[in-house]
Nanobody, 114 residues
Framework: QVQPVESGGGLVQAGGSLRLSCEAS????????LAWYRQAPRKQREWVAS???????NYRDSVQGRFTISRDNAKNTLYLQMNYLSPEDTGVYYC????????WGQGTQVTVSS
């Protein structure tokens, strides 16, 4: 299966914003609820947000109100708008379908300085 390709990460000061993108296969877009995950240094990968094909969204409590997940089905692209970033948001961000066997991509590094 084709790995997703994440982009848009970078170094930003606390309080700043970033917009992440994830290009994925049409198969994944059509079959799965899509999600963003992140992995901080020395921690396990954790779920951040998810979106259904119809656009219903869910967020982990710590990002609720600051992050917005969206999808463009015509472009097979998933987005994550991240505002009011804090150092606790630092990590490598990945996208994938929930329950999918698609291999993980390389992710995109987000570093938030205090």
């Amino acid at each position: 299966q084709v790995q997703p390709v994440e982009s848009g990460g970078g170094l930003v000061q606390a309080g700043g914003s970033l917009r992440l993108s994830c290009e994925a296969s049409g198969y994944m877009f059509g079959r799965y609820v899509l999600a963003w995950y992140r992995q901080a240094p020395r921690k396990q990968r954790e779920w951040v947000a998810s979106i259904t094909k119809s656009g219903s969204t869910n967020y982990r409590d710590s990002v609720q109100g600051r992050f917005t997940i969206s999808r463009d089905n015509a472009k097979n692209t998933l987005y994550l708008q991240m505002n009011y970033l804090s150092p606790e948001d630092t990590g490598v961000y990945y996208c994938n379908g929930i329950g999918s066997s698609t291999p993980w991509g390389q992710g995109t590094q987000v570093t938030v300085s205090s």
